[in-house]
């Protein structure tokens, strides 16, 4: 597994997330504009296996920095992928939310508990693995260590 980090200043970053509970995402909507032609006629298969996926930022250098890790390699879908750190909702998980914190410490080492902050974004639906994904995002004040998987 890769991780890799894109920055964006932090207290622009910090003004802008303050205000998104004032205001409405456009989520589906966005998500069919941006679309690929072929997507926009897949209805959603039967029960879509679900997961969950965790965008965490955090500040470094005044720079605010989000994470991306690249999947391991195997024969199945979203092999080698770059992604936001997550996965399949298992059954000792409570709910969606607590699937994005338990992978994100699995797969970086950094231990996420009871975070106010963690805001859900619009689910997504994969057509190619049948996965319907639910984003949170979430931010802390501080540059963490990170421990990751090692694949």
Same mark, same amino acid.
């Given at each position: 597994?890769?991780?890799?980090?894109?920055?964006?200043?932090?207290?622009? *970053?910090?003004?802008?997330?303050?205000?998104?509970?004032?205001?409405? !995402?456009?989520?589906?909507?966005? %998500?069919?504009?941006?679309? /690929? $032609?072929?997507?926009?006629?897949?209805?959603?298969?039967?029960?879509?296996?679900?997961?969950? $996926?965790?965008?965490?930022?955090?500040?470094?250098?005044?720079?605010?920095? $989000? =994470?991306?890790?690249?999947?391991?390699?195997?024969?199945?879908?979203?092999?080698?992928?770059?992604?936001? /750190?997550?996965?399949?909702?298992?059954? %000792?998980?409570?709910? !969606?939310?607590?699937?994005?914190?338990?992978?994100?410490?699995?797969? !970086?080492? =950094? @231990?996420?508990?009871?975070? @106010?902050?963690?805001?859900?974004?619009?689910?997504?639906?994969?057509?190619?693995?049948?996965?319907? =994904?639910? /984003? *949170?995002?979430?931010? =802390?004040?501080?540059? /963490?260590? *990170?421990?990751?998987? !090692?694949?």
């Amino acid at each position: 597994m890769s991780v890799f980090i894109f920055f964006m200043n932090y207290k622009n *970053f910090n003004k802008f997330f303050s205000k998104t509970g004032d205001s409405n !995402l456009p989520g589906k909507k966005a %998500q069919f504009m941006l679309s /690929p $032609v072929s997507r926009k006629i897949i209805i959603i298969k039967n029960n879509p296996k679900k997961a969950s $996926v965790l965008i965490f930022c955090y500040p470094k250098n005044d720079k605010m920095h $989000v =994470v991306l890790i690249k999947r391991s390699d195997y024969i199945s879908f979203h092999s080698g992928e770059i992604s936001y /750190p997550g996965g399949k909702l298992d059954n %000792q998980d409570k709910n !969606l939310r607590h699937t994005a914190l338990r992978e994100f410490y699995e797969e !970086l080492g =950094v @231990k996420l508990i009871s975070k @106010k902050n963690l805001t859900k974004f619009t689910p997504l639906y994969i057509p190619p693995s049948n996965f319907i =994904v639910f /984003p *949170f995002l979430t931010y =802390v004040n501080f540059t /963490p260590r *990170f421990y990751p998987e !090692l694949n």
